[in-house]
């Protein structure tokens, strides 16, 4: 096969990661697709891409590592979602609860009943003999196996054979199930201690069940919650928040907030963003992969730039009566802040229209200083200051400002426009109103470009 690899003759070859091991060489490596991508590390997937330098990575996973997702997030990897469920698919129900022998037992009798199998999961193969026992003497009825990675190859093999054909109905087993197990008639699962599991690997294993048109369960059996740590806490709660089809993407980005980014040239696949935030640890990564597509060098000794200032010595706000919720209010000037387009602009102003009603005065003003923003940052100013009677504007160094059209300007009206050194231009007018205030700011922008 190796051989055939190297000389050409193999078009197609589907593999472990034996491929990662040994010389293994290609004649002419195109597209390298990695299935069940979370059970990679880092080093493992840039070996395949280092087999040659224009390989096409394709990777798939219902949970994407933090750094995979983050990486996609930054505009370095496409991504595309598949959303729709196979035909006559239904979502998992998922119950986080201490541990119950009652529930537990009615469970396990409520699957036996409509012929369906059950996974019990105990990840510690010390007590798993101890745990099964329990489990036969809680529910008599029920023929209980045993399931682990250190039994033989063979009876292991056997042994999901046996479970497949429904020769018994409750595997008390460990992880081992977490991929590739696809048994359509079992449709419960019990994780025992899921506080010890990550995020994806619940996902995962959830993702055993509910595999036919049958309705599943999952019940994730925890200690009291003052036992467990925050963050074991926040990952349950998303799972049984996020229960419906297709919530893996969701679940992920949880994932990415709850442990970090991992780093993009490193082996970490998570961990980092909580030094800065991961709103902040964004806008350094876009700004960053902007430079580089664009052919630049990326400052990063730069300072953040939250784009031109717009101070017209008026109130611009949204007022607390137009909406009440403090949270809410912070949410939309983080959006008004983040348009890059006119476009993006009115179509936030009509959204907040249609949610909470015609716009009151301060409100419309914060959009008309939003706009004069805009087109300050295509032109390269860097703050505009105007009152009633006189302003000023300031010029980055490198902008788009037409010289002739600054000189013309300062040379036909020396009353009203001077230049205070290279960057600086000052000016004069008589706009008492804040209607007249804006048009004049408006059309002095205009006449610079």
């Known amino acids: 096969m190796i051989a055939g690899v190297a000389g050409g003759s193999v078009d197609i070859v589907i593999a472990t990661q034996r491929l990662l091991q040994g010389k293994v060489r290609f004649k002419d490596l195109g597209l390298v697709v990695i299935d069940e991508e979370h059970r990679f590390g880092v080093r493992d997937k840039e070996k395949l891409k ?7 990575v394709l990777t798939l996973t ?4 933090p750094r995979t997702l983050n990486m996609a997030m930054g505009g370095l990897r496409d991504l595309s979602l598949i959303t729709t469920p196979p035909a006559e698919r239904l979502a998992v129900k998922t119950f986080v609860l201490e541990w119950n022998e009652t529930v537990v037992r009615e469970a396990a ?5 409509r012929g369906g199998q059950i996974y019990f999961v105990h990840n510690t193969i010390e007590t798993i003999e101890k745990t099964a026992q329990a489990i036969r003497e809680l529910v008599p009825e029920a023929n209980v196996a045993v399931g682990h990675g250190q039994m033989r190859e063979r009876e292991l093999e056997q042994l999901m054979l046996d479970f497949y054909h429904r020769r018994f109905n409750v595997l008390v087993c460990t992880t081992i199930i977490e991929s590739g197990i696809d048994v359509p008639t079992a449709n419960t699962i019990v994780i025992d201690r899921a506080d010890r599991f990550g995020l994806a690997q ?9 595999r036919s048109h049958h309705r599943a369960y999952a019940y994730l059996i925890t200690p009291p919650r003052k036992a467990m740590t925050a963050d074991a806490v926040k990952r349950l ?22 442990r970090g980014a991992g780093e993009l040239l ?12 991961y709103n902040l640890y964004m806008e350094l990564l876009e700004r960053a992969v902007a430079a580089l597509k664009s052919g630049k060098q990326a400052d990063l000794e730069r300072p953040m730039d939250a784009g031109p200032e717009v101070e017209l010595h008026l109130p611009a706000l949204i007022p607390e009566d137009y909406v009440p919720d403090v949270h809410l209010r912070l949410v939309l000037y983080k959006r008004i802040a983040s348009t890059q387009t006119r476009e993006e602009l009115d179509e936030l102003r009509v959204e907040m229209i249609d949610r909470f009603g015609p716009m009151p005065n301060y409100a419309l003003s914060l959009f008309r200083c939003a706009q004069i923003k805009l087109r300050a940052a295509d032109l390269g100013i860097r703050k505009i200051d105007a009152g009633a009677t006189s302003g000023y504007i300031i010029f980055e160094e490198n902008n788009k400002i037409d010289a002739k059209h600054v000189l013309k300007l300062v040379q036909g009206k020396p009353k009203d426009y001077r230049l205070d050194g290279p960057l600086k231009l000052r000016f004069t007018h008589d ?5 007249n205030l804006f048009t004049r700011i408006e059309l002095l922008v205009e006449l610079l470009s």
């Not at 619940?202 to 509910?210: A, F, N």
């Not at 709660?237 to 709850?258: C, K, M, N, R, V």
């Open 266 to 277: 490193g082996d970490e696949q998570s961990g980092q963003i909580e030094e800065i935030g």
């Open 431 to 435: 706009a008492r109103t804040e209607e």
């Open 109 to 113: 009798m409520r699957e036996i009943r």
């Open 50 to 56: 280092a087999l040659r330098a224009e390989v096409d």
């Open 202 to 210: 619940i996902h995962q294993l959830r993702g055993r069940v509910g």
């Open 237 to 258: 709660e998303a799972l049984e928040s996020l229960e419906e089809l297709g919530a893996g993407f969701t679940l992920a980005t949880h994932d990415l907030e709850i």
């Open 62 to 65: 219902a949970t994407p590592i």
